[in-house]
T-cell receptor, first 116, second 113 residues
Framework: NAGVMQNPRHLVRRRGQEARLRCSPM?????VYWYRQLPEEGLKFMVY????????ESGMPKERFSAEFPKEGPSILRIQQVVRGDSAAYFC??????????????FGEGSWLTVV | GESVGLHLPTLSVQEGDNSIINCAYS??????FIWYKQESGKGPQFIID?????DKRQGQRVTVLLNKTVKHLSLQIAATQPGDSAVYFC????????????FGTGTLLAVQP
């Protein structure tokens, strides 16, 4: 009965390197969301994906950030040429369908990115 | 604009007391609201939700109240326990087919034994 699985849980990158964060949704879930949380702040929506489609990327920075959810395999959030301001916790969530049903949105435990 | 890393509002209560955590939401068009609990180093955990056609909803030891007139949401926790210590976030969303949640800044609940 695995929940939303994220890895790595902790990642350290030097400025200019690339960070790849992976998210495997709950079994049977085809909708994936990525959120970012800065220290002592709430989560900020980044992107909403279904299999092979980006549905809403209105929260994604215009440069260096990309996300995908391929037909097979986990969803990937990719950050190129990381800067110190990218240091944050990145949370993935999944749901079996879209629409406003909060009790079927499940969050993972997060990936903590530290840029040094 | 971007918020600077401010200290979270903190609510300190004695074990066994009732807790009330408040949240002001931003969009009058929001029609669905959720309370999440986040423990240190973990992801948000669903507590209770409410739709805009209701003003009160009760769960196990928790009650959510919605006042659309002043765009205010509250979470009441009865007989607060040490395990309730966490950061609590309200989240709102409005219509559409996406679960794009807008989170508040959070309140740290500290339960004193």
């Amino acid at each position: 009965n695995a929940g939303v699985m994220q890895n790595p849980r902790h990642l350290v990158r030097r400025r200019g390197q690339e960070a790849r964060l992976r998210c495997s949704p709950m079994k049977g879930h085809s909708h994936v969301y990525w959120y970012r949380q800065l220290p002592e702040e709430g989560l900020k929506f980044m992107v909403y994906l279904q299999k092979e489609n980006i549905i809403d990327e209105s929260g994604m920075p215009k440069e260096r950030f990309s996300a995908e959810f391929p037909k097979e395999g986990p969803s990937i959030l990719r950050i190129q040429q990381v800067v110190r301001g990218d240091s944050a916790a990145y949370f993935c969530a999944s749901s079996p369908s879209g629409g406003t049903t909060g009790n079927t949105i499940y969050f993972g435990e997060g990936s903590w990115l530290t840029v040094v | 604009g971007e918020s600077v890393g401010l200290h979270l509002p903190t609510l300190s209560v004695q074990e066994g007391d009732n807790s009330i955590i408040n949240c002001a939401y931003s969009n009058s068009a929001s029609d669905y609201f959720i309370w999440y609990k986040q423990e240190s180093g973990k992801g948000p955990q669903f507590i209770i939700d409410i739709r805009s056609n209701m003003d009160k909803r009760q769960g196990q030891r928790v009650t959510v109240l919605l006042n659309k007139t002043v765009k205010h949401l509250s979470l009441q926790i009865a007989a607060t326990q040490p395990g309730d210590s966490a950061v609590y976030f309200c989240a709102e969303t409005y219509g559409g087919a996406t679960n794009k949640l807008i989170f508040g800044t959070g309140t740290l609940l500290a339960v004193q034994p």
